[in-house]
Each structure stands twice: as structure tokens, then as C-alpha cells.
């Protein structure tokens, strides 16, 4: 689509030299994000490079290689890339792939969210511990990711920077006229559409995948205090402060990766890698096969179902079980546990 | 050959570079499109969500945050159609009369015109200048407090100063208040102007209402050409329109001035000049400014009687705020010379009032000027305030409430105002070191804002300072400050006894577990007013502390705390007879039934409980 609009640029300018500046600017610019792009590649790159091209060779000789050496560049950094998501899961109560309000999986929560220049993911586990106090623990992290996915909306973070989303939207919780209460896990995803980078933050024992290939290439860090306790954000009740786990958001673990057309992200909370083995998360993915967003939500769907049906199985060895047994717990079994999955491919922006 | 075409080539080059930048050849190719979409037909209605807000008066949120704030409404709805009290709103600081029954308020100004209603205000700018012929105001909450809405002829994203600004009103009525708090889409019937605008004014006033207004999206509809409906309107020439302009503010007494042969017609003035020149003096202080500016153009007596500077004690040309300009307030500069309330709040923006023409009128007039407000006077600058420093030697009241472009250095001069009494810097830019000199040369302070001053690094010092040197302080806000500790708290309050009304809201570093609220009680007898919104800590033996210490209480806030019982509230009730204002929104253990009952046991407590459904 680049090198349809550039091209135009060089071969009018040998053809028709006089009205080339008029006739220039739609067609160069015609088909271009009004982003700038445009303006850095053939201002810096590519103008001058045709140039050289056409003086030091036969006039159709450097045509042809203008064009390889346009389309070359344009192939590797020209397209912005984006993010196809579906989200599915189950809530622990057999409050089966239905989302109670906004996106809510039981205690899970996640978000998807796009600005002009990133496509954003969360997801949060709200830590049930909290159903003792009399506290909803869904509605923590909830509140936390759709404050999360206003931020995004509006603009009010850099992609690079997945970790002062969290940071803000943890303090909007704080300057919410309701007393909040509870804790959650969290991890976002940011796809940088024009440097193809994906930046990432993890805070407890949600996590994402990179797969390419039928391999994973790339994945979050856990981070556990001990043997199921995740790091976690949280708003204590008065007087309690020293007694709940309170990580800062600042302690997220964060990372950015160059991602490829065409790889998947998987991200999703601990109830899915608890209770399903990598080898069989990528035997699922294996059956994606186009990157249509209801292929997608198919295999999300399948994915969420098999680990939920692992969770209730009592005689599976789930990893969860298999990590007790590290800890010194004799445990079978799946873990029933809230599931959220969001899937994600890597594809070449549209509007 | 080739040296021929590389020639060529190279010709093409240097047309093609000064063709300009691919920046400026995108913008023109955008303003090509706009060029052609303006040629589609008449009836098509551009509908747009406000682009960006743009300046406002005040704000319940934070400076930093996006909860309650007024950048909220920009975009689309985030509630609507929902109702309730949600952090995606924009909502102001104050609603019903809470806030002007306090000592600390202003004085009214005599003169206001009837019409003019308007406590706050928030300006909003859209992407395209359309002929208005609809604007629509999601109210999620409490609606009913829009009384004006403008528009501007300034587009305010064009980069060309802004010359010759016209305001017209496309709306305005009384102050309402709906029957339910319940969302609605307001939309009323707008007036039809003769030029495209991309920016919209609404003024507000909530003083109706039963708790705080909260705004969702503004829309703004209208056709990109001038609808012909507005063409035939045009020579029509509107009596209310006339009877309301202002323009001869500008040249007031100029006809008169020059006129040497007067005293041939001097003779006729009928029985007026029979009555006492007091008399006439007592009907006209009824008038409004410009029907004062008018009277003085009918005869010589009453010339001399409307330009008498008795008659210019107070002066709030805030009403007049669109139309005043620096030739406006040379104008009046000769009769206010014994001017001493003089209210500037909203002028002065987009250019109308220069530092020159300030300072030429303040110079004039400053000289016993008492009371001076001027919030959200962007014009003002470190110079302006300088002036004021220097020519208004008795001032004792200034406000400068979001005057929030008001570069920090220039806050020190208010030091030189050694009388001051009264001093609000809510949503300034003020710095540590200009509020502590304040506090140490302005020793007779009886009032102070501090509410979101952001800039302000540490509130214990502050308190402490103010202990010290402010000992007859009645009144302090502290809203939202983000560090006053128990330590800071602890010395203002053993140090300010005279203390009556503390604004705590939303300081959430102050931790009741020191028991630095109940030293608080116990430290000012006189307390009135205490807001300690969304303090999570504030607890039963608080509020039971307030209910033995404080009988004098009027309006207490106490949102979101879960550790404050029935029990509790119902013995401050009992025992603090004159409370007025009792806010236990979002207060867990307080349910709506614990509300009903109270309130049917003390009916004369406004006690406000809010939801999010």
C-alpha cells in the first residue's frame, strides 16, 4: 500500500518534471496515515536514495531498483502493526463466559482498549480473601481496570511505559469517592503500533505469552511473596495497612519485546496457567489459523474451556498441583479458580 | 544525456523543496477537503463532542487526577444514560448555599444585574466551527444548574492572536432544580448567530440544588454554513439585544466630556434638581452599571450625579465580563476614585485587559480599595500583581482563585499587602516559599484558601507557620492538600484557636489513629465548619469527640469512611443543635434507612447521602 503511493513520487518526477509538485501531494499522500510517517521516510530515506539511484543508472534500471529498495523498507518498519483481541472465561461459580458488568470473569477482570497510537490489554485477578471481610473482591480490580481502560482512552499514558497506566489507575482508585477495598493482581500489554514494540508490566501471577511459531518466544515473569500468594496492589481498611500485602505498582515487573506480524499474545490470569501446561496452551494455538476476530475468539474459547474442565478434574496434575508438591503439599487436581483469557494476533493496522 | 536529465532532475529537486514540507502540503490538502465538504448541501449537520476543555472555574477533583474533574467533559458520555454519583464526571466545588453562609465568603456586590446568575463557569472547544443550531448537555446528576450557555467567535485553535472577540448568548435562564437527581439530556432551544463557533462557554449555578451537579458530554450540533433562517435575521435588529449591550460602557461619558455649551440647556431639569442631592444619589445606587452609564447621558444634573464617585464604592463588572476591555476601564477610571470593592473575576480574557490599562486604573483607583477578586483573570501576570502590591496599600481581601496561568514567582508580592484578612489561592501555582512569606508578613489573616495548590511541597510547614504567625485565623481551606500529617495538624490547631471553619478534604495523609481529629476537637471550641471528606480513617470516637467539644457545629462532611456507626452520628446530632449539613455519602455502615430516620428525628439537618447505583 506504501509502495503504491511512494513510487508515483519518482517515476512522475522523470516523466513530468513541471506539474510533479502538483500532481505529487495526493497521490503521495493520498493513502498515508496523516501521521508523519510519510514525511520521515521520504524526506530522509527514500528521497535521496532514488535520486542516487536514477543518476547512477539507466532511467528504468533505477525505477525497478527504487522500487525493491522502497518496497524493502516499507515491508520492514513502514506498516504500523495492531493488536486482534477476543476475550473469553469462565467465573469460579459457573457463571459460565458471561461477563457480569463491563468485562468480569467472577473476580477476574480485563480490559481492551485502543488509542491512536497503542493497543492496550489488562487483566486482573482480585484476590478472594477479601469475601471474608465482607468486601466484593471483583470490585477492586474491576474499578481497577476499567480506570485502567479510561486512561488509555483518553490518551493519559506513554506505550512505552505500561507501568505508569498501572501507577495512575491505582491512584485514581484512591481518589474515588467510594471507599475501595481489596487487592488484585494485574498485567498490561501495550502494542506500540508504530515501533512494533511490545511493552509489558506484571505485577503477581497473571501473565502473557508470545508465541511465534508454534513457540513460545517470550513471557512474563511470576512474582510471588510465597506459595500462592502473588505480588499484589491493594487498599487496606484503616488500621490494617501493616497486616494486608501491599505491593507498590512500581514493583511490576515490566519488559518490552519486538513482535512480528503474526505472532500470538496470550494473556490471561493465573486460572488458565494454573491449571493448563504450556505444550498444551500452544497445541491450541496451533489451531488458529486465520487472523479473523471470530477464529480468535473460537480458540480463546477452547482454551478457556479446557482449562476450566482441567480445573474441576480431580485427578489431572495441574501445574498448580505439581508446584504444591514442590512446596511440599500433597495435591492433585486441578484449581478452581476464575479463568480469563484474552488472545491476541499481531496484524497489520487498519482503520 | 544524462548530464542533460540529472540536470532536469535537479530542477524538479529544488521545486519540489520549495513546494514546502510535507507537513504544510498535508494541511493544505486537508484544507482542499474541508473546501469541498463546505460545497455539500446546507442541511447537513455536523454533530461533535467537545474536543477539549479549555478553562473552567473550579473543580471537585484533583489537578493531577481524571476523577471529578472538568476535563471529563470532553468526549463522549462516559454514564450517561446512567445516574448517579460517578468519578467519570465532571463536577464543580460547591453547590447550594453551604459555602456562602460561611464567614469566610465574599460579601455580595451591590449592582448585580437580575439576569446574571452565574457562579462557575467551563469553556470547551470543538473541532469544527459550525453555525450552533443545538447543544445538548448530558447532566447525570443533579441537573438543573446550566444558566448560560455562549459562543464565541475566537476559534481557540487557530495559532492567530485572538482579535476582536465577540461572545453571544444562545441560551439563558434561571437557576432550576429538577425534581429527581436522575440523568437527563438537556437541550434547550438555542438563539441563532450570525457567525461559526468552535468554542462554547456554559455558566452555572447550583445553588438550587440538593448536592453536587455532575456533567457527562457536551454535543454541539450545527451546519458549516450560515443557515438562511439566520440570514433574514440579521437586519432585524433585536430590542432585548440592544437594551442589553453593553458597548456604551465603552465610551461612557464621552459625549458629555467635550461639550462646552451645556450650561445654555441647564435650565431644564424639571423638579429634580428640587430634590436632595442625596436622594437622587440613594435612587440611582439601585441601578446597574449600565443603566447608571446611560442615565448619565440624559442631562447635565444627572451626569453629574451618575458620575459621582459615591456612587462607585463597589463595582463588580464581573457580569460584564465579555465585553470589558482596557478603553471600558479608562472609562470609569475618573469616578472610581474612591472605589473600594472592586470585582474583576472572569474579565480580562483573550487579550481584553493589558497590563497598561490595569495598571492605569489601579493606579487610579487603587488607593482605598478594600476587597479585590479576580479569579480566573488569565490576564493577570507577576507585573499585574506587582501593581497591586504597590497601589493598593489598604487592600485586605484578594482572591485569586484559578488563576491557574499565574506563574509562581509572582505570588511574593502579595506579601507587600501587610492588611490582608482574607486570601484565596484555590487552583494556583503558588510555591512553598511565596506562602510562607506571606504568613509571616500578612500577620492579620483571618481567612485563607490553600485548596489544590499543588505546587506547595510540604503542608506541615505551612501549618506549622500558620500556627505561628496566624493566630487570629478563622477560616482555612485545605483542600486536597497532599501531605498535612497529624504533625502538621496537631501544631495549626494548638496555635489557630480561633479557627471556625477547616476544610480537611481529601488530605488523605492525615490518619485518625494519632488521635489528631480528636485533639482537634478538643482545640477549637468555635469549630463551625469541618470537611473531612474522604478521609477512610475518620471514626466513632471522632465523630463522638466533635459531638462533646463542638456544640457550635453547623456543616460537617465525613464521605467515605466505613468506620463512622448510627450511633455516633445520632449523638453529634443530639448534642450539636445548629448543624445544618451532615455528609455521610458513601459512609458503609450508614445506609439510606439510617439516613430516613435520622433526618425524620432532626429535620432541620440537610443530611446528604449519594449513590452510584
Known amino acids: 500500500m506504501v509502495v503504491n503511493g511512494q513510487t508515483p513520487v519518482c517515476t512522475r518526477s522523470f516523466v513530468s518534471g513541471d506539474n510533479m509538485s502538483v500532481r505529487r501531494e495526493p497521490s503521495g499522500t493520498g493513502r498515508a496515515e496523516p501521521n508523519g510517517r510519510i514525511k520521515a521516510d521520504s524526506q530522509t530515506g527514500l528521497y535521496p536514495e532514488t535520486r542516487r539511484q536514477g543518476m547512477l543508472s539507466v532511467l528504468s534500471y533505477g525505477r525497478l531498483v527504487a522500487r525493491a529498495v522502497l518496497g524493502g523498507l516499507s515491508q520492514t518498519d513502514g506498516r504500523d502493526y495492531s493488536l486482534i483481541t477476543a476475550s473469553y472465561g469462565f467465573g469460579k461459580d459457573f457463571r459460565k463466559g458471561i461477563l457480569k458488568k463491563g468485562m468480569c470473569y467472577g473476580d477476574d477482570a480485563c480490559f481492551i482498549a485502543r488509542n491512536r497510537t497503542a493497543d492496550v490489554l489488562g487483566v486482573a485477578d482480585g484476590v478472594g480473601g477479601w469475601r471474608d471481610y465482607g468486601v466484593d473482591p471483583s470490585q477492586f480490580s474491576a474499578t481497577l481496570m476499567r480506570t485502567c481502560e479510561r486512561l488509555v482512552k483518553e490518551g493519559r499514558f506513554t506505550p512505552s511505559n505500561p507501568v505508569g497506566i498501572l501507577t495512575s489507575g491505582y491512584y485514581e482508585l484512591l481518589q474515588n469517592k467510594v471507599p475501595l477495598l481489596g487487592s488484585s493482581t494485574a498485567c498490561i500489554v501495550v502494542l506500540d503500533r508504530r515501533s512494533h514494540r511490545l511493552h509489558t508490566c506484571n505485577l503477581g501471577d497473571s501473565g502473557f505469552l508470545v508465541v511465534r511459531g508454534g513457540e513460545v518466544v517470550h513471557r512474563s515473569d511470576e512474582q510471588q511473596h510465597y506459595f500462592n500468594t502473588p505480588f499484589q496492589l491493594s487498599i487496606a481498611p484503616p488500621g490494617a495497612e501493616g497486616v494486608v500485602l501491599s505491593d507498590s505498582p512500581e514493583a511490576a515487573d515490566s519488559s518490552s519485546f519486538d513482535v512480528q506480524l503474526g505472532d500470538i499474545i496470550l494473556t490471561a490470569t493465573d486460572g488458565l496457567f494454573d491449571n493448563m501446561p504450556d505444550y498444551m496452551i500452544l497445541q491450541e494455538l496451533k489451531k488458529l489459523k486465520t487472523t479473523n476476530y471470530d477464529s480468535i475468539l473460537q480458540t480463546a474459547q477452547s482454551i478457556a474451556k479446557q482449562a476450566h474442565d482441567l480445573a474441576y478434574d480431580p485427578n489431572y496434575m495441574s501445574p498448580f498441583a505439581q508446584f504444591a508438591c514442590d512446596n511440599g503439599l500433597n495435591v492433585r487436581g486441578g484449581k478452581p479458580d476464575d479463568i480469563t483469557v484474552l488472545l491476541s494476533i499481531v496484524a497489520e493496522y487498519t482503520d | ?613
Not at chain 2, 50 to 59: I, Y
Not at chain 2, 133 to 150: L, N, R
Not at chain 2, 181 to 206: C, D, G, V, W, Y
Not at chain 2, 595 to 608: C, M, R, T, W, Y
Open chain 2, 1 to 613: 544525456m544524462l548530464t542533460l536529465l540529472s540536470m532536469f532532475y535537479y530542477i524538479c529537486l529544488r521545486r519540489r523543496s520549495r513546494s514546502g514540507t510535507r507537513g504544510e502540503a498535508l494541511t493544505s490538502r486537508r484544507a482542499v477537503e474541508s473546501g469541498q465538504r463546505a460545497v455539500l448541501p446546507v442541511s447537513v449537520e455536523v454533530e461533535q463532542y467537545a474536543k477539549e476543555v479549555l478553562d473552567f472555574s473550579s473543580h471537585y477533583g484533583s489537578e493531577n487526577s481524571m476523577s471529578y474533574t472538568m476535563w471529563n467533559l470532553a468526549g463522549s458520555p462516559n454514564v450517561y444514560p446512567s445516574s448517579g454519583d460517578f468519578t467519570q464526571t465532571a463536577v464543580f466545588r460547591a453547590y447550594g448555599t453551604w459555602w456562602e453562609q460561611c464567614a469566610s465568603a465574599p460579601q455580595r456586590f451591590r449592582r448585580i444585574p437580575n439576569g446574571f446568575h452565574s457562579q462557575d463557569y467551563i469553556e470547551l472547544g470543538f473541532e469544527e466551527p459550525v453555525y450552533p443550531t443545538a447543544v445538548e448537555v448530558f447532566e447525570t446528576y443533579y441537573p438543573g444548574a446550566i444558566v448560560q450557555i455562549m459562543a464565541c467567535s475566537h476559534n481557540p485553535f487557530s495559532q492567530s492572536p485572538p482579535t476582536d472577540v465577540r461572545w453571544e448568548v444562545l441560551w439563558s435562564g434561571e437557576p432550576t432544580k429538577a425534581l429527581t437527581p436522575q440523568a437527563r439530556q438537556f437541550s434547550p432551544k438555542i438563539k441563532h448567530i450570525n457567525f461559526p463557533t468552535n468554542l462554547l462557554r456554559l455558566e452555572f449555578n447550583s445553588s438550587l440544588l440538593d448536592y453536587y451537579t455532575e456533567l457527562d458530554a457536551v454535543i454541539l450540533r450545527g451546519v458549516k454554513d450560515m443557515p438562511m433562517l439566520a440570514l433574514y435575521k440579521m437586519p432585524l435588529i433585536d430590542i432585548s439585544d440592544l437594551s442589553d449591550s453593553e458597548e456604551e460602557l465603552s465610551d461612557v461619558g464621552g459625549p458629555f466630556r467635550p461639550r462646552g455649551d451645556g450650561r445654555h440647556q441647564s435650565t431644564g431639569s424639571g423638579y429634580f434638581d428640587k430634590l436632595p442631592y442625596e436622594l437622587i444619589q440613594l435612587i440611582l445606587s439601585h441601578l446597574t452599571l449600565p443603566d447608571l452609564c446611560r442615565l448619565a447621558q440624559s442631562c447635565r444634573l444627572l451626569h453629574q450625579h451618575c458620575c459621582d464617585p459615591l456612587q462607585y464604592t463597589q463595582l463588580s463588572l464581573q457580569p460584564y465580563w465579555p465585553r470589558l476591555s482596557d478603553a471600558s476601564l479608562g472609562h470609569l477610571q475618573s469616578r472610581c476614585t474612591l472605589l473600594q470593592r472592586l470585582n474583576l473575576s472572569w474579565t480580562g480574557n483573550r487579550g481584553a485587559l493589558t497590563l497598561s490599562g490595569f495598571s492605569s486604573f489601579m493606579k487610579a483607583c487603587g488607593l482605598s480599595l478594600v476587597c479585590l477578586e479576580m479569579s480566573c483573570c488569565h490576564f493577570l501576570n507577576e507585573a499585574c500583581l506587582e501593581v497591586i502590591a504597590q497601589t493598593c496599600p489598604a487592600l485586605q481581601e484578594l482572591n485569586l482563585s484559578s488563576c491557574d496561568r499565574l506563574h509562581p514567582q509572582a505570588f511574593t508580592h502579595i506579601s507587600k499587602l501587610p492588611h490582608l484578612r482574607r486570601l484565596v489561592l484555590y487552583r494556583t501555582k503558588i510555591e512553598q516559599t511565596a506562602i510562607l512569606s506571606i504568613l509571616t508578613f500578612c500577620t492579620e489573616l483571618k481567612h485563607l484558601n490553600l485548596g489544590s495548590c499543588v505546587r506547595i511541597e510540604d503542608y506541615d510547614v505551612v501549618a506549622s507557620m500558620l500556627a505561628a504567625r496566624s493566630r487570629s485565623l478563622r477560616s482555612l481551606d485545605m483542600w486536597r492538600c497532599r501531605n498535612l500529617t497529624d504533625r502538621g495538624l496537631t501544631e495549626l490547631v494548638s496555635g489557630c484557636r480561633m479557627l471556625e471553619e477547616l476544610d480537611l478534604g481529601w488530605c488523605p495523609t492525615l490518619q485518625s489513629s494519632t488521635g489528631c481529629f480528636q485533639q482537634l476537637a478538643r482545640n477549637l471550641p468555635r469549630l463551625r465548619k469541618l470537611f473531612l471528606t474522604a478521609n477512610r480513617t475518620v471514626c466513632d470516637s471522632d465523630i463522638e469527640e466533635l459531638a462533646a467539644c463542638c456544640p457550635s457545629l453547623q456543616h460537617l462532611d465525613i464521605l467515605g469512611t466505613r468506620l463512622v456507626s448510627a450511633g455516633s452520628l445520632k449523638k453529634l446530632l443530639q448534642s450539636c443543635p445548629g448543624l445544618l449539613l451532615l455528609d455521610v455519602s458513601f459512609c458503609s455502615q450508614i445506609d439510606i434507612r439510617v439516613v430516613q430516620e435520622l433526618s425524620g428525628l432532626f429535620p432541620n439537618v440537610a443530611i446528604k447521602k449519594s449513590f452510584t447505583q
